[in-house]
């Protein structure tokens, strides 16, 4: 087997979506090995790209609280000039459609969070059919 060196830039490349064409140009390693490594260290292939993938996304998208506070932000300004306008405008309506807008995603972005249970792990006898509905 090749150095350990050789194996851990080839996870990395695969990692990055490079074919095996191009790293067996970069490594000097034959296609046949590679394959089988793409088999062996699969789950460290995928890890790593998850993890670059989250790396990624956390540069381009804001955080929940960040979206939360901006909603916020967005829906009070709009709510307070609501309380100023005569509603009989149109901008007015507008206005209400864009409170309505930023409530519905505030509501989706705060939404309950729902627990499940594959059914196979429940015993027959407590299995039912019928969703259950546990109000608190």
């Given at each position: 087997?090749?150095?350990?060196?050789?194996?851990?830039?080839?996870?990395?490349?695969?990692?990055?979506?490079?074919?095996?064409?191009?790293?067996?140009?970069?490594?000097?390693?034959?296609?046949?090995?590679?394959?089988?490594?793409?088999?062996?260290?699969?789950?460290?292939?995928?890890?790593?790209?998850a993890?670059?993938?989250?790396?990624?996304?956390?540069?381009?998208?804001?955080?929940?609280?960040?979206?939360?506070?901006?909603?916020?932000?967005?829906?009070?300004?709009?709510?307070?000039?609501?309380a100023?306008?005569?509603?009989?405008?149109?901008?007015?309506?507008?206005?209400?459609?864009?409170?309505?807008?930023?409530?519905?995603?505030?509501?989706?972005?705060t939404?309950?969070?729902?627990?499940?249970?594959?059914?196979?792990?429940?015993?027959?006898?407590?299995?039912?059919?019928?969703?259950?509905?546990?109000?608190?």
């Amino acid at each position: 087997m090749k150095d350990q060196e050789t194996v851990a830039r080839f996870i990395q490349l695969r990692a990055d979506a490079w074919s095996f064409a191009r790293i067996s140009a970069e490594l000097n390693v034959s296609k046949p090995t590679l394959i089988d490594w793409s088999r062996k260290f699969q789950f460290e292939i995928q890890n790593l790209r998850a993890v670059e993938t989250e790396a990624l996304a956390e540069k381009c998208f804001t955080s929940r609280q960040k979206r939360w506070d901006l909603l916020s932000t967005q829906l009070q300004r709009i709510e307070e000039e609501l309380a100023k306008r005569n509603l009989d405008t149109v901008s007015t309506a507008r206005l209400i459609e864009l409170a309505s807008k930023l409530r519905a995603e505030i509501s989706h972005e705060t939404g309950q969070p729902r627990f499940s249970l594959a059914t196979r792990h429940i015993p027959k006898d407590e299995f039912f059919e019928d969703v259950l509905d546990w109000q608190v």
